[in-house]
């Protein structure tokens, strides 16, 4: 590798967000226990679960918006300042924008808080507009907007300028499939340039379609990370079965589940080594088989395998 492409593999590695043992009680309840990920550089890392799970506590503590109990964020390898987490974009789970202010004024006004200078911040909030379709509402008041609108002038006020990381908690929540297309589009030209973007959202299809890797929270703790393919080489393995006649006699085979049966179509999981050959024998006994082949688990089954 060249001195150039060393220098830039070291810029990307010393630019994760790592967390380390964080933990954030409130009086007896503790929201968030024990977790430890990397955001890496470079990469789109979904943040799953359910509600109350603790992701935007995480988040809020990423962001210095809550202390954490116990535990440690770094960013660079060393632990975390205010002076890093103001180049950060941040898109909090409350909006926090001023309903009757124009959209133009509002977030040249935001940039401006975070540094950049007013010349800076209007090009890109002007290019952020045209970006997502709101170029034509700029001097409208917020609060004349949809909330699918509000919601895309949230994304902007997170992206303007050019973060060094990003924390978005439900960025997608209320966009339009176009919306969602640019949107993802933006957060791939950030990724590009070596930024790490973690965020959160409950739809699973999303983050399984745009995420490198994903982190899965459940009572405060996470209970998978890794790779969508890490976590589909831990979930269950299932086999779509198409017969020639009905399909309902496989809930008898010994070390096979039958998850849904339907005419003659079966959806199973082998649990036992071996039942895959006797269920095809019996099978080839009683007509046809005209399908058996393994299916892909998708993100909402390993979802429910490890929250369960």
């Known amino acids: 590798m060249s001195e150039h492409g060393d220098s830039r593999a070291r810029a990307r590695a010393t630019t994760d967000i790592e967390l380390r043992h ?42 210095g ?17 205010a002076l890093d987490r103001r180049q950060f974009g941040y898109m909090p789970e409350e909006r926090g924008l001023y309903p009757k202010q124009a959209v133009l004024d509002q977030l040249v006004y935001l940039g401006r808080l975070r ?18 379709g709101l170029a034509e509402r700029a001097k409208d ?10 919601q895309r002038v949230q994304i902007i006020a997170a992206l303007m300028g050019a973060p060094r990381a990003l924390v978005l908690d439900e960025p997608f929540s209320g966009l339009d499939p176009a919306a969602v297309d640019n949107m993802a589009d933006l957060l791939r030209e950030h990724t590009s340039r070596g930024v790490p973007v973690l965020f959160s959202s409950h739809q699973l299809d ?18 998978a990370s890794g790779t969508p393919d890490d976590l589909r080489a831990t979930s ?22 039958a998850v849904d049966v339907e005419g003659r179509t079966a959806l199973l999981e082998i649990i036992e080594h071996g039942a895959e050959r006797v269920l095809l024998e019996e099978a080839l006994r009683r007509g046809e088989v005209h399908e058996f082949s393994p299916q892909r688990p998708s993100l909402a089954q390993i979802y429910r395998e490890v929250t369960a």
Do not use: Y
């Open 65 to 81: 918006v809550l202390a954490p109990t116990g535990g440690e964020v770094l960013w660079e390898g060393r632990p975390i300042t």
């Open 236 to 257: 269950v393995a299932r086999h779509r079965l198409v017969l020639s006649g009905d399909a309902g006699w496989v809930r008898g085979i010994s070390g096979v589940h």
């Open 141 to 150: 008041h917020v609060e004349k907007l949809s909330l699918g609108n509000q």
């Open 22 to 63: 964080l933990t954030r009680t409130f009086g007896e309840i503790r929201a968030v226990d024990d977790v430890s990920f990397v955001v890496g550089a470079g990469q789109l890392t979904g943040f799953v679960g359910g509600n109350g799970a603790g992701k935007t506590t995480t988040m809020r503590m990423i962001m």
């Open 115 to 132: 540094g950049l200078s007013g010349a800076v911040a209007k090009a890109s909030v002007t290019a952020h507009l045209e970006r997502l």
């Open 206 to 223: 999303l983050v399984e379609r745009l995420c490198e890797r994903l982190v899965v929270l459940a009572k405060g703790r996470v209970v």
